[in-house]
């Protein structure tokens, strides 16, 4: 029993039309579900992903208008890993990203940049040969496209001290430098961790709210017990209508979700068409008259 990697990361935005327009214009990546915070329904929660909004490339954010910025310290994320296909990619970004006046900086072999509101990503070539998860788009050629998670990195004070969870509970690999793989069949994702700033993190824009793992469905009910098993203290399985979710605090601190591959974000959408309406799990749908009227009009991408 493996986890296939990253399911998807959750981050914290202030303004959805600007994420809106950064994360599927300036990055390409197509937005796959448009629906709301299932436990805060008067708020957003945008999916971007690739062309399927399948699993390993699903970055996600909760609208909170007028957020104020964040700052991520110990016990958050703090970087966004993507793979792309080759070095021509990151010259491509680079360039592409100058040109929206977009911070963005090679380091380490690698192309850094930070969305709007500071949330940072970084572009990595590696030798994994997990299928690439693209989406379409009319600026940005299949080769050049962002291909799914590698991994993240988050702040820790003691990076250690997760150590049995990760590798006895939940069966991560250790990839060295203070980090760890989970690798499954299909795919695998890392996270690694780096000393912690001085400063202390305060949510917020622009700032991860959590790092979801990816479970195949028959497996997601044996991944609590597992947390349990590793010191963790893990929710109960909660059904998110598009995925199954556990939810427990790593022992650095990063809120971890393990969440199942399915039934996947076309139950309740046409393929083609994801992304264009809001759509509500069933439960939500009594209360959708009120819950538009809280929500920022946001017009379809792909128009």
Do not use: C
């Amino acid at each position: 029993m493996k986890l296939e990697g990253i399911h998807h990361v959750t981050a914290i935005t202030g303004d959805a039309q600007r994420n809106l327009d950064f994360y599927a214009r300036v990055l390409g990546l197509r937005l796959v579900k448009k629906t709301v915070n299932q436990d805060d329904p008067t708020v957003y929660h945008l999916f971007y992903g690739d062309e399927g909004g399948s699993p390993g490339a699903d970055l996600t954010f909760f609208e909170y208008p007028g957020a104020v910025p964040g700052r991520p310290g110990t016990g958050m994320v703090h970087r966004v890993v993507w793979r792309v296909g080759s070095d021509e990619a990151l010259a491509f970004w680079a360039d592409r990203l100058a040109k929206e006046d977009v911070w963005a900086e090679r380091a380490d072999g690698a192309l850094r940049l930070r969305d709007p509101e500071g949330l940072e990503h970084e572009l990595v070539v590696t030798d994994r040969d997990d299928p690439p998860l693209i989406a379409d788009h009319p600026e940005v050629p299949a080769e050049m496209a962002l291909q799914g998670f590698d991994g993240v990195r988050a702040y820790s004070a003691d990076p250690a001290a997760s150590r049995h969870l990760l590798e006895e509970g939940l069966d991560f690999t250790p990839a060295g430098d203070g980090a760890w793989e989970a690798r499954g069949e299909q795919r695998g994702g890392v996270i690694a961790y780096d000393a912690s700033p001085a400063e202390p993190g305060r949510p917020g824009g622009g700032t991860v709210h959590h790092v979801a793992w990816a479970s195949t469905m028959d497996d997601h009910p044996a991944w609590r017990k597992r947390a349990l098993q590793g010191g963790a203290h893990p929710t109960e399985v909660i059904d998110r209508f598009w995925f199954l979710s556990i939810y427990f605090v790593e022992p650095s601190g990063v809120l971890f979700e393990i969440a199942s591959m399915g039934p996947g974000f076309d139950v309740d959408e046409d393929p083609q068409h994801l992304g264009e309406r809001l759509v509500l799990p069933p439960r939500f749908e009594p209360m959708r008259e009120r819950i538009e009227a809280t929500l920022t009009p946001l017009g379809n991408p792909r128009e």
